[in-house]
């Protein structure tokens, strides 16, 4: 498997994974696209900048769940500089401890990884790091009701900052029928002119579930050099 080209050229295969809302299966994307990263032997390097509701902040559940995907070694304070227990917005949890993350050192972590392909997992709050990063957006979203204006105004925001958007993917996150799933794939694609994958089945089973995203997922990985 040749390395894989992005619109980022000379930087390799870099993603900001975030999300338009809470639990849209975000960190689930970015661990799918880890893996098959790794699969493909390219020693992909992982990132999640901030996480709060860290039951044990020695541990925390997603930046390992990342690691693991990636199947890499690097420090876990490399993966995660910065953690927090209380369960709120990375920012409302730092300022509840009186520990402001430092910009500077979340940007040199992210850029300590030089070319190898990165994924990064991230809220869509922290836009300023995207923007100094310069690196694409999988934009993660509800397949249902209300991901049109949910992912219009997250596309809108990262429009405005000039920030490309290298895709949308579209998740069912529960077992119920939504009949706006089967359309809003094609209303996303044609208002705003932008790649939508999926949507990404409802598995209860995590190993499905998995196995879904990558499925899904697996587009992205499909552009080739041919140097």
């Known amino acids: 498997m040749r390395r894989p080209r ?14 338009t809302d809470t639990d849209v299966g975000k960190t689930e994307a970015a661990c799918a696209l880890l893996a098959l990263l790794a699969d493909g032997d390219l020693h992909p390097a992982a990132m999640k900048p901030y996480e709060s509701g860290c039951i044990d902040r020695r541990r ?16 876990l304070a490399h993966v995660c500089p910065y953690r927090y227990r209380a369960p709120l917005a990375p920012g409302m949890a730092a300022a509840r401890r009186r520990e402001p993350p430092s910009f500077a050192r979340v940007l040199a972590l992210a850029r300590s990884f030089g070319a ?4 990064i997992d991230a ?6 790091l995207i923007t100094a990063l310069n690196v694409p957006v999988l934009l993660v979203a509800r397949a249902g009701l209300g991901t049109l204006n949910h992912t219009g105004l997250s596309l809108d925001a990262l429009a405005r900052r000039r920030i490309p958007v290298r895709a949308v993917i579209l998740t069912k ?12 794939a094609e209303w ?11 949507p990404v089945p409802y598995a209860q089973d995590p190993t499905s579930r998995r196995a879904a995203y ?3 997922l697996r587009p992205l990985l499909s552009v080739e050099t041919n140097d």
């Open 6 to 19: 992005t619109s980022t050229g000379d930087e390799g295969f870099h993603f900001f994974a975030t999300g």
């Open 60 to 75: 925390p559940a997603d930046a390992l769940a990342l690691k693991t995907a990636a199947r890499c070694d690097d420090p």
């Open 116 to 119: 190898r392909p990165l994924i």
């Open 123 to 128: 809220r869509r709050d922290i836009i300023d």
């Open 173 to 184: 996150i529960m077992a119920v029928n939504d009949p706006s799933e089967q359309d809003n």
């Open 188 to 198: 996303l694609r044609q208002r705003h002119g932008v790649t939508v994958l999926g």
């Open 214 to 216: 990558r499925q899904a």
